[in-house]
């Protein structure tokens, strides 16, 4: 199957086998739950804005449950984007280069996001349990703080996964064209 509207430049549309599809739907679930988190924080805020310009009554800790509302939504997206190759590149230096070294170039910086989006999800869930443990709360609601920090190691996890699996399809076009040469 091919993947919609993405070309790997000078070369076949993109396939995926099951794992990739799998892989692919996954992140795309976990792109559309952080949008729809996102338009619950914006309902959020208006309800807020609303109050407090009409009743003088905000929703209590809004800018806490905003704060920690877009750090979740937003790591959400990062693997999706990544699987759909949707994030930002600069090429202007690789422009001229050939297919193959593209492809190689490519598989190296798939293959360092993930690096670190393991290293993020590694420290992140550290930075959780010791929130934990500290017993940390938010200061106008009291809510304690850790499990919002560690529902970002799944996102960075499955980006930990997308960065290694774009990495691994551009080291095998890479290495069937050194091949074929």
Same mark, same amino acid.
């Given at each position: 199957m091919?993947?919609?509207?993405?070309?790997?430049?000078d070369a076949a549309?993109v396939?995926?086998?099951?794992?990739?599809q799998?892989?692919?739907?996954?992140?795309k679930?976990f792109?559309i739950?952080?949008g729809l988190?996102?338009?619950?924080?914006?309902?959020?805020s208006?309800?807020?804005?609303?109050g407090?310009?009409?009743a003088?009554?905000?929703v209590?800790?809004?800018i806490?449950?905003?704060q920690?509302?877009?750090a979740?939504?937003?790591?959400?997206?990062?693997a999706?984007?990544?699987?759909a190759?949707?994030h930002l590149r600069?090429d202007?230096?690789?422009?001229?280069?050939a297919?193959?070294?593209?492809d190689?170039?490519d598989a190296l910086s798939?293959?360092? %996001?993930a !690096?670190v /989006?393991l290293?993020?999800?590694?420290?992140t869930g550290? =930075? +959780?349990?010791?929130?934990? *443990?500290?017993?940390?709360?938010?200061?106008?609601?009291?809510w304690p703080?850790?499990?919002?920090?560690a529902?970002?190691?799944?996102?960075?996890? %499955?980006l !930990?996964? /997308?960065?290694l699996?774009?990495?691994?399809?551009h080291? =095998? +076009?890479?290495?069937?064209? *050194?091949?074929?040469?």
């Open positions: 091919h993947e919609p509207g993405i070309m790997v430049e549309p396939t995926r086998g099951p794992l990739g799998g892989l692919y739907w996954l992140t679930g792109a739950a952080g988190l996102f338009i619950g924080l914006v309902v959020m208006l309800v807020s804005i609303i407090r310009k009409l003088s009554a905000p209590p800790g809004d806490e449950v905003m920690m509302g877009t979740i939504a937003s790591a959400a997206m990062l999706y984007c990544e699987m190759r949707h600069v202007f230096f690789t422009a001229k280069l297919a193959k070294n593209k190689w170039l798939h293959l360092l %996001l !690096a /989006a290293l993020v999800a590694w420290r550290v =930075s +959780a349990l010791s929130l934990k *443990e500290a017993g940390e709360t938010s200061m106008m609601l009291s703080v850790w499990p919002a920090v529902a970002l190691v799944p996102s960075f996890v %499955l !930990a996964f /997308a960065g699996y774009n990495a691994a399809l080291w =095998s +076009a890479a290495t069937q064209q *050194e091949q074929q040469a």
